[in-house]
């Protein structure tokens, strides 16, 4: 399970992947272009990374002779439309990009998705440089089965962090907030409604939520299930707690309408200037530095969430990218994963600053670090936070049903109700569905 604290890793001691993918003996007989004249379709969550694909697509297409359609979806749609699509057992795609931290336990019991280890055991179907064991540990345990099954190649990991806007700092005479207590304290002194200014953004919108909350919640070292995965850990006082927090952060510091934010409007609100403080995904940062899309690109800071009364951690959550077992072209779909998920596509997602790949060897290029749109300080916050990284979300099947529900909880606290009253209430709906599961 994904659950234990400290995640993962500082890069340079990233766990060892499992023998089955040590590589293999002189690969010779690899062809980039073996399905030369295939057509697949490839369906991404919208993300920064799946734009990074996006513009480097004619590449693909111009190595291996395969004709790429491409397909991005907020994840909201791209999520369902997945699964209605694979429960219909003929998926539109042939490569689909899958949130683990999700959707793991469908696509295993689903049998969704093509085991990739043939693929990588095999000479002629894996380049020589491709070196699967340089994934970490933890991404490859995050997109394998109980069964051994390798359903997905880790394609990103996501860490929260605290993006922050140094010019307002500067101006109010603030430090960088050691302590969660210090980030409410220096939101609610930047936060001047006359001015459309608030000290704090963050995910208000249902389901959402729920990993906005979950990051503060680790703060108080307690995660949203216990170790076993038997018993949900959302209604104890350590998370009423975290939920009061989260309830004051929200009424007092954010602006109008929070409720129903998601990343992307929250993004929209920090890179325009409106927010002081945004606590999410590192994954969003790139055009945070766009000066052709963001009114902070020289002042935008980035750092890790600051400590909370017991723990400093940061959320962490696997995407993977694989091939549809309903596909045809199953190895044509195959080279694409594997140019994906290449040292040299992840070196540029990190460069870009699209994403924190699941790749150890990417964070030891400085040249990357130089060539980058990003301060020192990215790097730096992007290395702490790999080694305090923690599990945000229960990995269960019903993660989806488990979010709604404390996600609707979460929405009614922003809005005033009773924090122990409403977690207790989702709990106790969410913990039939759990039993029924483990059943």
């Avoid at 996501?158 to 101006?171: S, V």
């Avoid at 766009?290 to 750092?303: C, I, L, N, R, Y």
Wanted: with cysteine; net charge positive.
């Amino acid at each position: 399970m994904i659950r234990r604290r400290h995640l993962l890793q500082a890069t340079a001691g990233l766990l060892a992947a499992p023998a089955y993918v040590e590589r293999v003996g002189a690969q010779t007989a690899f062809d980039w272009k073996q399905a030369k004249g295939s057509k697949i379709e490839v369906n991404m969550a919208k993300s920064p990374r799946a734009d990074v694909l996006a513009a480097h697509q004619k590449e693909f297409e111009e190595l291996t002779g395969i004709t790429v359609g491409y397909e991005q979806i907020p994840e909201q749609q791209q999520r369902p439309k997945v699964a209605v699509e694979f429960v219909s057992g003929r998926p539109s795609f042939d490569v689909v990009n899958v949130a683990l931290h999700v959707q793991k336990r469908l696509i295993e019991r689903g049998k969704w998705m093509a085991d990739l280890r043939p693929f990588i055991k095999d000479p002629a179907t894996v380049s020589p440089d491709y070196d699967f064991a340089d994934f970490g540990g933890p991404g490859v345990h995050a997109a394998t089965a109980a069964d051994g099954t390798l359903h997905n190649i880790p394609f990103n990991q996501d860490l929260f962090i605290l993006f922050y806007n140094k010019q307002l700092f500067k101006e109010a005479g603030l430090s960088l907030p050691r302590t969660m207590d210090e980030m409410y304290e220096h939101a609610v002194k930047l936060t001047d409604k006359s001015k459309n200014q608030f000290g704090f953004v963050g995910r208000g919108l249902k389901n959402a939520n729920v990993v906005l909350w979950s990051q503060l919640m680790l703060g108080y070292d307690q995660e949203t299930i216990s170790a076993d995965g038997k018993t949900l850990l959302t209604d104890t006082p350590t998370a009423v707690q975290a939920g009061e927090y989260f309830a004051k952060l929200m009424r007092n510091c954010a602006p109008p309408g929070v409720v129903g934010f998601n990343w992307n409007e929250c993004q929209t609100t920090f890179s325009q200037g409106r927010a002081a403080m945004w606590v999410d995904g590192i994954g969003f940062s790139a055009p945070l530095v766009d000066k052709t899309k963001s009114k902070v690109a020289d002042v935008a800071g980035f750092a890790p969430v600051p400590r909370g009364p017991k723990s400093q951690n940061s959320c962490t959550f696997v995407d993977g990218i694989g091939v549809a077992n309903g596909s045809r072209n199953k190895k044509a779909a195959w080279m694409y994963v594997q140019w994906a998920t290449s040292k040299a596509m992840l070196k540029e997602m990190l460069r870009t600053g699209s994403g924190t790949p699941a790749r150890g060897s990417v964070y030891q290029d400085t040249d990357i670090v130089k060539t980058s749109a990003f301060p020192p300080e990215w790097f730096d916050t992007t290395r702490e936070c790999l080694r305090i990284a923690r599990s945000g979300l229960p990995e269960i099947a019903a993660v989806t049903e488990f979010r709604d529900g404390i996600g609707v909880a979460l929405t009614n606290i922003i809005g005033g109700a009773d924090v122990a009253t409403e977690l207790k209430k989702a709990t106790e709906t969410f913990r039939p569905v759990l039993a029924k599961e483990l059943a």
